[in-house]
């Protein structure tokens, strides 16, 4: 099933739009190649990223952390909270959305201090 600009895998949502229409473009071909659709979705992520993120230097970096008994959203060796909730859910909405239209990189962490996953919005 090729994929558009309007009806894409929810894998893609949070993409910038230049990865995402990247990564629809590359997926297609991979179908059309005879690809899985599940390897085609991921292969063409990874290669949309690599792409149009020129290995994302200069991009602002993100951080969601736990800091005394909030959840904050702050640049990366910031001292000061950007966005701050009681919850990791209600924070990540919110901080997607402002990472995105900052064109940054977001890593958001568990309660304990470790990385759990990056986000290249």
């Known amino acids: 099933m090729p994929w558009s600009k309007n009806d894409y895998p929810d894998s893609m949502k949070n993409l910038p739009d230049n990865v995402r229409n990247k990564a629809i473009e590359i997926a297609n071909a991979l179908l059309d190649d005879g690809y899985e659709e599940g390897r085609s979705i991921a292969i063409a992520i990874d290669r949309a ?8 230097e200069g991009r602002p970096r993100y951080e969601v952390k736990h800091k005394n008994d909030q959840w904050v959203l702050q640049k990366e060796n910031g001292k000061r909270a950007i966005l701050s909730k009681e919850t990791k859910q209600s924070l990540l909405s919110e901080a997607k959305e402002y990472v995105k239209e900052h ?9 304990n201090g470790d990385k759990d996953h990056t986000l290249y919005e």
């Not at 990223?49 to 994302?56: I, T």
């Open 49 to 56: 990223r690599s792409s149009e993120g020129k290995n994302n």
């Open 103 to 111: 064109e940054g990189i977001l890593t958001i962490y568990q309660e």
